[in-house]
């Protein structure tokens, strides 16, 4: 059984940071590409940042490029997004998920375990 836990969200003032840790169990962590998603009130599901499974590959949304970082540790199963710069507007329940193929990818469809999410607010 895979599990995702998410952690490290909060109220944060804009141009403040946080950094959100997945820790997950139940699968050969360093054979899958991780990423983070995001959800804000009344909009869809949105792509923030993935990495490949060994860690040199990420990518990011355009929205969050410069400002976050995406990272793992596979000793510790553990993928990290480190998020400076916080503007209103990243405001969402944020969730990681583990890809179904090694390398990373953006499109939702190609992960398929969840984690519960952890709700980031910014304020300004």
């Known amino acids: 059984q895979v599990q995702l836990v998410e952690s490290g969200g909060g109220l944060v003032q804009a141009g403040g940071s946080l950094r959100l840790s997945c820790a997950a169990s139940g699968r050969t962590f360093s054979s899958y590409a991780m990423g983070w998603f995001r959800q804000a009130p009344g909009k869809e599901r949105e792509f923030v940042a993935c990495i490949s499974g060994s860690g040199p590959g990420t990518y990011y949304a355009d929205s969050v490029k410069g400002r976050f970082t995406i990272s793992r540790d596979n000793a510790k199963n553990t993928v990290y997004l480190q998020m400076n710069s916080l503007k209103p507007e990243d405001t969402a329940v944020y969730y990681c998920?583990?890809?179904?193929?090694?390398?990373?990818?953006?499109?939702?469809?190609?992960?398929?375990?969840w984690g519960q999410g952890t709700q980031v607010t910014v304020s300004s």
């Open positions: 998920a583990t890809g179904r193929y090694y390398n990373y990818a953006a499109s939702a469809r190609l992960y398929d375990y």
